[in-house]
């Protein structure tokens, strides 16, 4: 009897076999795409998120009270340059930064715009947020009235490296000023604000511009990892308004929502293929061996032992799908990570929304965990109606049926 048992579990087997690894193959590339989509979308929002950080508000920000309402010169941090030392003094502070900023109206020739002005210290930008690699063209070099402009603001002026402009606004005073300077780069930070309306400076010599002192400024940039860092600037300057950055940039943890969804209905989408894919395949499979199943019932073979046999096959399956798809997929998100998805031909579009035409991916390791666990509860749950036909069998019927 058991020779029979053996005869019938090896009849159709390349059938089986290359069902199984139709399915194996089918859940593989599935997964590989999905971790691929995940790593892009991550990678966008990473990106776009890094840079706002670097070139903006940093980790944390502290203004005057009044000043993000009505962003006027008079809104200044006095004691900035002893605050800037007292921070960087504070457990795990990475650098601060002092921006001098004020709005007005860049003009040449032929075309004028609403535009701002911010002073910066190169030096300090550097360590604080790698300045340099924002550089799209020309050379970082604010001697002798330089300035750089955002690529945006560059397109609406129409001027190119060595244009000059004009920059008109109120000092503090209030008096109206003007100033000539010479464009000598121009940047694309990809944060949207700065990339339509600014133009950088030297902040030592738009302090003199503006009539302020050199200990002053509008705006104090902290990059830090310490996640108390924040409740403690909170407590400490109390006086003035320390925000964090996604206080001040409420539409970065939209995005950062959304990612999240768009993340969430690519995984449902595969992991419901990964269990069609599976429960397809498991549900022919038996189908082909009723009577086997039949005749192990009817020789005395608990049922339990049967549904064990079956659900290890559809774990089988599932395992080897994912560490399939897991090794494609390590493979795939290495190389975006490395070299990125080139989306040249959409840099215009891309840019205007803040991203760059390359976009590269990040991993995580949570991408393979969560996966791991989907597609092994997919395998698990895609046996439940098979087992449930096994165990209505009538041994006695089936093996008549089958003669």
Do not use: C
């Amino acid at each position: 009897m058991y020779k029979l048992i053996i005869k019938m579990a090896w009849k159709n087997s390349f059938l089986r076999i290359s069902r199984t690894l139709l399915v194996i193959t089918m859940i593989a590339v599935s997964m590989s795409m999905m971790l691929s989509i995940q790593g892009l979308y991550d990678g966008m929002t990473f990106n776009m998120l890094d840079k706002n950080k670097r070139s903006g508000s940093g980790d944390i920000s502290i203004y005057a009270k009044e000043y993000r309402i009505d962003k006027d010169i008079k809104h200044i941090v006095k004691n900035a340059q002893e605050i800037k030392e007292e921070i960087e003094q504070m457990q795990g502070v990475k650098a601060v930064v002092l921006r001098l900023k004020t709005d007005g109206l860049a003009a040449t020739a032929r075309k004028s715009s609403f535009a701002s002005i911010n002073g910066i210290d190169l030096a300090d930008e550097e360590r604080f947020g790698k300045f340099s690699e924002f550089l799209k063209e020309g050379e970082i070099d604010l001697k002798k009235r330089g300035a750089l402009i955002g690529i945006e603001l560059a397109k609406t002026l129409k001027v190119r490296v060595g244009s000059k402009l004009i920059f008109s606004t109120q000092n503090s005073t209030g008096e109206i000023n003007s100033i000539a300077l010479r464009i000598r780069a121009i940047v694309q930070t990809t944060n949207i604000t700065l990339d339509t309306n600014a133009i950088f400076v030297d902040i030592k010599y738009l302090h003199k511009f503006l009539g302020t002192a050199s200990s002053e400024a509008t705006q104090i940039a902290i990059m830090g990892d310490d996640e108390k860092l924040y409740e403690a600037l909170k407590i400490k300057y109390s006086d003035y308004d320390v925000k964090s950055f996604l206080e001040l940039q409420p539409m970065m943890k939209q995005m950062q929502d959304l990612m999240v969804i768009f993340n969430s209905i690519t995984f449902f989408i595969v992991m419901g293929v990964v269990f069609i894919g599976i429960f397809g395949v498991m549900y022919v499979s038996i189908l082909d061996r009723v009577r086997e199943f039949g005749i192990m019932l009817g020789i005395g073979m608990q049922y339990k032992y049967i549904r064990l046999q079956i659900v290890f096959e559809a774990i089988f399956v599932g395992f080897f799908g994912y560490l399939s798809g897991a090794i494609l997929g390590l493979i795939l998100l290495i190389y975006l990570q490395d070299y990125g998805m080139d989306l040249s031909s959409f840099s215009d579009a891309l840019e205007m929304w803040g991203y760059e035409a390359i976009i590269y991916g990040t991993i995580k390791v949570s991408y393979f965990t969560t996966t791991f666990a989907a597609i092994i509860l997919a395998s698990v749950l895609s046996v439940i109606i098979p087992l449930a036909k096994i165990k209505k069998l009538n041994p006695i019927e089936v093996i008549k049926a089958e003669k």
